[in-house]
DNA sequence: TCGCGTTCGTTAGAAGTTATAACTCGACGG
DNA sequence: CCGTCGAGTTATAACTTCTAACGAACGCGA
């Protein structure tokens, strides 16, 4: 984003050769998924050989933390510009997302998939995520509110810290975090390919889960 | 299914070794994830050297293959035995669903979650996948209609192929197809962790998801 | 312009992994 | 009783991540 130049040639230059390892990273995962990644065949491909990789990531690890922080990133302004385009509602946000997810299906299982037992993502990760959870907050807070307040609703009241802040009343919240796991549910499984071979199109699906989250109860706009 | 006794001792050898290999592999799975399994590991626990499994299963991928089939066969009969209780609804479904989940999250992950790229499921495994959907099916089809038709239903009707012959409206194969991704939405999320620190209770939002979907619109018993 | 130090990339090697090949030995069945 | 079949062995190849030690080149400061 910023500090796109670097003092010195050789800081330069390692910038570079970061970026580079990243992107055959991400051809790799695109192709052959997350664990198949292979530190040594990226650098043959860069031409260099095996252990000078550990000169730019300490290790595995590290560059999968790396790429999974740069897929958040990407997520978080993918979302945030389409939030931020003239007439953006709900329904631009999910069609972004849904997009984003098309693009790189391996990206998105990167960030929402089977989880590595022992990990925890670093602080900063986490942060990126709540600047998404807050783009898609902002979202539902401009739309009139429907339904009745059901119990949980009153659980999220006690329980908004996630929200950070945020003004929205608790249905909002229910209904952004709805927005979240639904779309989460029909589309994680719709990459994972569990629906080939049922016949429907997902995109239909996908576009009918989002109109009951937008106006279940048939309150316009 | 049948066979159980096998005839001759070696095969019963044989058969128990196998299911050894695999109580193994479960625990290996569950500590640290499928992708952590080392058919090494395993063999030692069984006191013998590498190789020998190879007696056994043709390599770490028929090993895998057999442990989803399990998983499904796991979870096929938990919803089937779930339902046949007297009683039973589609909330009994889902909270059999949901304690069959977080009983192994690993297990639950093997199934729903990150796809390997080129994989792709023998047809016994997407029969048993079939039957899972049948068993959501028949609970919904108890169920009375609730809602309008929507856009989705129609489209529904003309592809109701996956449904194999039950004789539900598609506003019914709508709300089971619904009670999956919702449900697999709001678990995948927990089970990977990304409701920690968020506060609310998964529990109880799970539950706010079922009753979303088993009445809406408010029509009761 | 020249040296010197930082950093890059190399090869070598350890400790893993999956998987195959070849061999030994024991047990079961005719 | 003896032959055959199969289980488990070791040896090996081809991978993987990652550490250690070495050489060379690059660039910064004098």
Redesign the interface.
Known sequence: MVNQEAKTPRERYRAQVRTEIKERAWEQIA?????ALSLNAIAKQLGMSGPALYRYYAGRDELITELVRDAYRSLADTLRAASSRPGADVSTLASALRTWALEDP?RY?LI???????YHAPDDI?AI?SEVMATILDAFAELPPNGTA???DA??EE????ADGHPAPAATL?RA??F???????L??E????FT?????PA??Y???L??LTG?KGDGM
């Open positions: 192709t052959a998924g997350a664990s391996q299982f929402f998939g089977t989880p590595v037992p022992g986490t995520a059901t119990a949980f659980h999220l329980h908004r810290d996630w229910h975090l709805a979240w796991t639904r779309l989460h549910g029909a994680s499984l990459l994972a390919g569990h071979g049922m016949g429907f199109d239909r699906f576009a009918a889960e109109d009951e279940p």
